[in-house]
RNA sequence: GGCGACGUAGCUCAGUUGGCUAGAGCAUGCGGUUCAUACCCGCAGUGUCAUGUGUUCGAAUCACAUCGUCGCUACCA
């Protein structure tokens, strides 16, 4: 029998600089899901990518002193690096610019054109001639343009338009039958009365006035304009349109879209109404998150307040990294990165709850037991069913939130499972019974740890699957039916344990002050 | 202007269908413990749950209004 599939995507990003920890965030997001999902027995498929196409890679490129795809190519090979160093485990990269995307746009704008759903009008609006841009009336910042303050003039320009019109009702009652498409759910009510509800506008899908973009197949001295090309990403890097379309057969389609908030409009609208338009059936969810935010506000190169991920990578490490991003960003509001909350979360979740639970455990299995765990001995000290059933409701919980995309949720919850444990040791008081030589309850508290230890390393797995292995491997757990989602429902079917001698720390306490003082000299450099 | 969200302990936030004396983490104070990365555990706190009115046996949770903060309001991605 066929496995279930589960197809995931990040947005396929705009190459116009380094990516910052934002960025980083959603392709983690991404990476932690397809991982989750992998681990209960889906066949997973995650595409990320590159949109480098557009006037403003033509112009950065001319600014550097480069031809647009020799930008893009160095834009391309720098975000391999950075999601290689991340351990991103996507499945396809798709770059706009890659004969495979480009050949399908082309054909899918022909098929439209046949349909009817691509038309030639006129577009008109705000031209700055220096900036040799258009601009929307509401972009013009007192009649100004809004790049150099000149004037602006009322122009016309050839355009292709798409008949979002035509696909207006199909689109109410999309939604209407799926309300819970968007998540959070506010979200859609922005798009519904914002955009919906007041009338679709046709969409501008072609631009005369620069060239680094695919081609009209009818008439070249067109491009295809942006969202027609980038969304596109999704399906053409599953073989869509090819002369091979297993992947496509298989995948599509999409289980979960990840996006920024900023471009929910056009994996609202446009979009849906796209696949509409080829008959093709709509995603299944699109989640779109927040945004990571800065003390002063948005991260932004003049304020001189942008953190990269290698930043923190490089000198805590990448489980603690993606650790701080997803426990910090909260469902439906930005989350705030300050250096101070960074070395706080280090500090007490990584080191002091997570890291010292593992390492007084390991240090008590060797100090009473020579490092060895038997089995299993039931419910022997008081609090043990207590302890037992806790953790069987925080798996439950985690996999709760996880499903509903409250990622910082499900790990505030798996992070209850390590401060119940640590409260257990309290409880049960091992130094006790071993003074009053009660072998058989000190048995079974060392039991109950290192089980609880291994299921916290199960649910970590999918955000830090590094320190998952490592808590494993310190804990000589290696077998596979034990470390698999499954595997956490049970309680008693560890046998012969052997810990490492020595716990070797996951996390090393930081230096607060002189931590918060390396992040801060970090982000302005 | 229109639409939408938020405003809960010093700080960051949980509080799905209205119901036990309103919660967690961090920070603060005191106490306990020693297996552990001076860690962990317990206790104590302070809160007019933005403000006002209403619905209800009962509201942080629903309705209306007010104040404050923020987001979206169509072709830069």
Redesign the pocket.
């Known amino acids: 029998m066929d496995k279930k599939t589960f197809y995931v995507t990040t947005p396929i990003y705009?190459p116009?600089g380094r990516f910052h920890i934002g960025t980083a965030y959603t392709t983690v997001l991404a990476d932690s899901m397809k991982r989750y999902k992998a681990m209960r027995g889906y066949d997973t498929r995650f595409l990320t990518g590159l949109?480098e196409h557009?006037?403003?890679i033509q112009e950065i490129a001319t600014k550097r002193g480069l031809t647009p795809q020799e930008h893009v190519d160095e834009m391309a090979r720098d975000a391999k690096k950075l999601w290689e160093k991340m351990h991103i485990e996507y499945d396809d990269f798709i770059r706009t610019t890659e004969p495979r995307h480009e050949k399908v746009v082309a054909k899918i704008f022909d098929k439209m054109m046949d349909n009817g759903d691509i038309y030639l009008g006129m577009y008109e609006?705000w031209y700055c001639t220096p900036c040799e841009?258009?601009?929307?009336?509401?972009?013009l910042v007192d009649g100004k343009c809004p790049d150099c303050g000149r004037e602006v003039k009322r122009m016309q320009e050839e355009s292709y338009f798409f008949n979002?019109k035509k696909y207006q009702k199909k689109l109410e009652k999309f939604y209407e039958e799926n309300p819970d498409f968007i998540l959070p759910e506010?979200r859609k009510?922005?798009?519904f009365?914002?955009?919906i509800k007041?009338?679709?506008?046709?969409?501008?899908?072609s631009r005369t006035s620069f060239d680094w973009g695919i081609k009209v197949p009818k008439n070249p001295k067109h491009v295809i304009?942006?969202?027609l090309d980038?969304l596109t990403n999704y399906i053409s890097a599953l073989g869509y349109g090819s002369e091979d379309e297993t992947l496509f057969k298989k995948y599509w389609p999409a289980d979960l879209q990840i996006v920024g908030?900023?471009?929910i409009?056009f994996h609202a609208?446009y979009w849906p109404i796209f696949l509409m338009a080829l008959n093709l059936p709509l995603p299944k969810r699109l989640f779109a998150h927040n945004f990571i935010m800065m003390k002063d506000g948005k991260m932004s190169k003049s304020k001189g307040n942008i953190v990269y991920p290698e930043l923190l990578i490089d000198r805590y490490g990448l489980d603690a990294t993606k650790y701080f991003l997803l426990r910090?960003m909260?469902?439906?509001?930005?989350?705030?990165f300050s250096p101070e909350?960074f070395v706080?979360r280090f500090?007490?979740?990584?080191?002091?709850?997570?890291?010292?639970l593992?390492?007084?455990?390991i240090?008590?299995v060797n100090?009473y037991f020579q490092g060895k765990v038997h089995g299993y001995k039931g419910r022997i000290n008081e609090p043990d069913e207590e302890i037992e059933e806790f953790a069987r409701k925080q798996i439950y919980e985690v996999e709760e939130n996880i499903e509903n995309m409250?990622i910082a949720?499900s790990l505030?919850e798996i992070w209850?499972l390590i401060?119940r444990t640590?409260?257990y040791?309290?409880?049960t008081?091992?130094?006790?019974l071993?003074k009053e030589e009660q072998k058989e309850k000190l048995e079974s508290v060392m039991y109950h740890l290192v089980e609880n230890l291994r299921k916290v390393a199960i649910l970590v797995k999918p955000f830090m699957p590094e320190t998952s292995a490592n808590i494993l491997k310190q804990l000589g757990i290696q077998d596979e039916e034990n470390v698999t989602w499954d595997s956490l429902k049970d309680y008693d079917k560890l046998k012969n344990i052997q810990v490492i001698e020595k716990?070797i720390?996951?996390?090393?306490?930081l230096d607060a002050e002189k931590e918060i003082d390396y992040i801060k000299q970090g982000m302005k450099g």
């Open positions: 705009y116009s949109d557009g006037q403003k609006g841009s258009f601009f929307t009336e509401t972009q979002m506010f009510n922005e798009i009365n914002n955009f007041p009338g679709l506008e046709d969409l501008c899908v304009y942006v969202w980038a908030k900023d471009i409009r609208i910090e909260p469902y439906a509001q930005d989350g705030e909350t706080e500090n007490s979740d990584l080191c002091n709850d997570l890291g010292n593992l390492n007084r455990t240090a008590m100090k409250h949720n505030a209850n401060s640590n409260k040791i309290d409880e008081a091992p130094w006790v071993a716990g720390p996951l996390f090393l306490r």
